[in-house]
């Protein structure tokens, strides 16, 4: 049986958010109605080349079904995270053992660090970045105000490997700032791997935020596009 903690929330109010996707790109729509490329959208430029390459050399069927199995389990071990955070009941009986091996690998990290909770799955959105997003998880985390990201991984990942999700998580934080006022400069990336141990990697958020402009940028160039 799995120990369960409760978690204490934070009222801190998030305006949702309609999205359009047109040509495999999201956008958001703010309340003043100006589309905003989504984070990933843009995050999406620093590992074009390596996945186009990858394609090429196990082939677009093979490509496929590794990304469409990589992403049905990312999103049920998420689900387990979000609703573990929100302490929601969760039937543990009704987990396949794949996904209840991943998830515990992420569990004791958020019971022993984890503290007050701001927001799960978020929708998030910022005039001064350009862009728009919905976030793992924001709250205190080894008592730092923190972007939480759940990740998970076939195989170990170095750092150098994963400066997209800290430009991501640089810039949810800095949308948690514009929306609400709360600063935060911690950000969190929990990875589960496949038959391996769990990885945890905490950045900060000055460290990362100017290559997220500078993605930014690259993608409205790219586009010929501005906000609107």
Not at 116 to 133: K, M, N, Q
Not at 152 to 174: C, D, G, H, L, P
Not at 192 to 209: G, K, N, S, W, Y
Request: proline share 3%; glycine share 6%; net charge neutral.
């Amino acid at each position: 049986m799995d120990e369960i903690v409760m978690f204490k929330h934070a009222v801190n109010e998030l305006v949702e958010l309609n999205v359009e996707t047109k040509n495999g790109k999201r956008h958001y729509i703010t309340p003043s109605g100006i589309r905003y490329p989504s984070v990933t959208t843009i995050t999406s430029q620093v590992s074009a080349k390596g996945i186009a390459e990858w394609r090429r050399r196990v082939g677009e069927k093979e490509a496929n079904k590794i990304a469409n199995k990589a992403g049905r389990r990312g999103t049920r071990v998420h689900k387990l995270c979000e609703d573990y955070v929100n302490n929601t009941d969760i039937d543990f009986s009704k987990i396949t053992p794949s996904d209840h091996f991943l998830f515990k690998q992420i569990k004791p990290i958020l019971d022993t660090y984890l503290g007050e909770v701001y927001s799960v799955e978020g929708c998030l959105y910022s005039d001064y970045l350009r862009t728009a997003g919905r976030v793992d998880c924001v709250g205190v985390f080894d008592g730092k105000a923190s972007i939480i990201d759940f990740k998970t991984a076939n195989k170990r990942k170095q750092r150098s490997w994963i400066n997209n999700y800290f430009m991501q998580e640089s810039a949810y934080a800095v949308m948690y700032e514009e929306r609400t006022s709360i600063p935060i400069g911690q950000l969190v990336t929990i990875i589960a791997v496949e038959q391996d141990e769990p990885q945890l990697f905490v950045e900060r958020r000055d460290d990362h935020i100017m290559e997220f402009i500078k993605y930014r940028d690259q993608y409205e160039e790219q586009h010929k596009c501005l906000p609107g």
